[in-house]
């Protein structure tokens, strides 16, 4: 017996290999055989959920970072010598907080003389809206009176400018006959003894005895003549137009003959003088020449000296007389002038302002209005303010600096915290400004804080062919531990129905179109057909079925006598969906 069980170790020891495979045979038919023959009770388990009340939110998840609300650069949109700066980094300011003032003693006077001016405007439109005092319209009509008066005594003054103008003209016609005669016959009369020459041509021969002189006493007569015979024919019209004229003539008659006897007297005046330079060129030739001058000649200068004197005074008073009837004439139009804007003026003053003056004055108004705010706003960029409630993130201004304009003289940020998360194109489609949702931290344990989407991006980026919306998330309240650059889940609240019949997704199942639920009764799973309502990735909205506080099987688990598993059951309508939430378990033997 020793040497054969020897042997079958020997056998063993060389045949490892077959051995195992037999030992492997041997026990798995001794197992089946065993279970075959003695068949042992499965045992299958309920895992069940309880229907409740509560909250179905459908949400969409993301993750992202924390940032400021808002940033900027303190910054002046002009340059200069920086003359205070009031925060340092860390400080909390508010909207409105003076940060950094630059030196803006030009900008000042600007704003002070455009208040100025815009006071003096406003005063101006104040006492123009104000109606006339009974002083200024009496001073009104008082004024008119005067000018009216100023025309009556024009009108009276040229009534004597034109009786005066006449009585001037009767004066020269008084003297004028006996000029013209008493020139005729110094010209024309043969007075020189042993000679019938004219006097005229007694001068003239006197003149052309030296030959050298003959052109220049030959023009002499020739002007002498010219100058008698034009003088004659003014003399003639005009005394002719004064004898059918009286004092009663119209005034444009009585003008006329003054202008008419104006001229005549100038043509005699004018004739005298070329007969004198005659007679004073022959006389000077005759003294030059030691020749003897007859005391015809003394006495014809004598006489051309009156007649000059006669004219001369003659002419002065014509013409001034012609001047008192212009300035009389100028004097009423003045007046007419002065009585239509009087007139105008008291009616004005009676009836109020003008509409358009008044509309002039305020529009007048606008403009230091607008001068104003022009230099209020150039102030204004001598300084720089906080545009928001926030934190100095950083200062670098000094007081002393010199800055440009647009330069960077620090950062405020505000403490209001945002997330800004990306989302796919399928889930941007469902997300709204206005949304609620829910925020986690990963440097933070344990800290959940509400939030609510303000901005959704309307063009997405594209990165390795993939397509994602900005979704910014702005927090409810503010928690100092959050600090920018946090990483950060959200959950934005899609929709929200409270007081609904929840019961896990797993628990839903469908047959031939219709939902039904396993609940338990006594221990032993019943079906019960239900209407679904919404759901999201974990729960789903029971409208009808079942009630409130039913145990609802979510999971089956068989496994047999030996307490191994043989087949689990469950079905869900999302794959996602979680364990019960109450973890109930019920066991049935088969």
């Not at 020139?183 to 001068?203: I, K």
């Not at 105008?344 to 358009?356: N, R």
């Amino acid at each position: 017996m020793k040497n054969f069980l020897k042997k079958i170790f020997g056998w063993i020891t060389k045949h490892k290999f077959y051995t195992i495979i037999a030992i492997i045979i041997l026990g798995t038919g001794g197992y089946f055989g065993w279970k075959k023959f003695f068949p042992t009770a499965a045992t299958v388990r309920y895992i069940t959920t309880t229907v409740q009340k509560g909250v179905l939110a459908t949400t969409i998840s993301g993750t992202g970072q924390v940032s400021a609300s808002n940033q900027v650069d303190i910054k002046t949109k002009s340059s200069g010598d920086v003359t205070y700066v009031g925060v340092q980094a860390g400080d909390t300011v508010k909207t409105g907080t003076l940060l950094v003032q630059l030196n803006a003693n030009d900008a000042l006077k600007s704003v002070r003389d455009a208040k100025d001016n815009l006071e003096s405007a406003q005063l101006s439109l104040a006492k123009l809206k104000q109606p006339a005092t009974d002083l200024e319209i009496l001073q009104s009509e008082n004024s008119l009176a005067q000018a009216q008066q100023t025309k009556q005594q024009s009108q009276n003054e040229l009534i004597k400018a034109y009786d005066d103008g006449f009585n001037t003209v009767t004066n020269a016609f008084l003297d004028l006959p006996s000029v013209m005669s008493g020139l005729q016959e110094l010209l024309y009369n043969t007075d020189f003894p042993s000679t019938n020459f004219w006097n005229l041509d007694w001068y003239v021969s006197q003149g052309i005895a030296n030959e050298n002189n003959y052109d220049k006493v030959m023009g002499y007569r020739d002007d002498v003549n010219n100058a008698y015979d034009k003088a004659r024919t003014a003399y003639d019209t005009s005394f002719n137009d004064y004898k059918i004229t009286s004092r009663v003539s119209s005034t444009s008659t009585i003008n006329n003959l003054i202008s008419e006897t104006y001229e005549a007297t100038k043509a005699i005046s004018a004739a005298v003088k070329t007969t004198k330079n005659l007679v004073d060129f022959i006389q000077d030739l005759l003294i030059r020449n030691e020749r003897n001058v007859p005391s015809l000649v003394i006495t014809h200068q004598a006489s051309l000296d009156t007649f000059t004197g006669n004219t001369n005074s003659h002419l002065t008073s014509l013409s001034s007389i012609k001047q008192s009837i212009i300035n009389a004439n100028y004097a009423i139009t003045n007046a007419d002038r002065a009585i239509a804007e009087k007139t105008a003026s008291l009616a004005q003053l009676k009836a109020g302002v003008d509409p358009l003056d008044l509309r002039s004055q305020e529009l007048s108004i606008k403009q230091k209005e607008n001068a104003l705010q022009d230099a209020q706003a150039t102030l204004a960029n001598y300084s720089a303010c906080a545009p928001f409630d926030g934190v100095i993130a950083a200062i670098t201004a000094e007081k002393g600096d010199t800055v440009s304009a647009g330069g960077s003289l620090g950062t405020l940020i505000t403490k209001q915290r945002m997330v800004t998360i990306a989302l796919n194109e399928v889930d941007i489609a469902k997300v709204k400004v206005g949304q609620k949702a829910t925020l986690t931290f990963d440097a933070i344990d344990g800290l959940d804080i509400t939030g609510e989407v303000v901005e959704v991006d309307t063009i997405g980026t594209v990165s390795q062919g993939v397509v994602s919306y900005n979704v910014k998330i702005a927090f409810d309240i503010q928690d100092e531990r959050v600090k920018p650059g946090m990483s950060v889940s959200a959950n934005i609240i899609l929709s929200s129905k409270p007081n609904v019949l929840l019961v896990s997704s797993s628990a839903i199942k469908t047959q031939n179109g219709n939902s039904y639920v396993q609940i338990m009764v006594d221990g032993t799973p019943q079906q019960k057909t239900v209407v679904i309502g919404d759901s999201n990735d974990t729960q789903t909205e029971i409208v009808s079925g079942i009630n409130e506080g039913d145990a609802v099987v979510t999971q089956t688990i068989t496994t047999s006598g030996g307490g191994t598993a043989a087949s689990t059951q469950t079905t869900s309508k999302n794959s996602s969906s979680g364990g019960p939430p109450d973890g109930n378990v019920f066991r049935a033997l088969n």
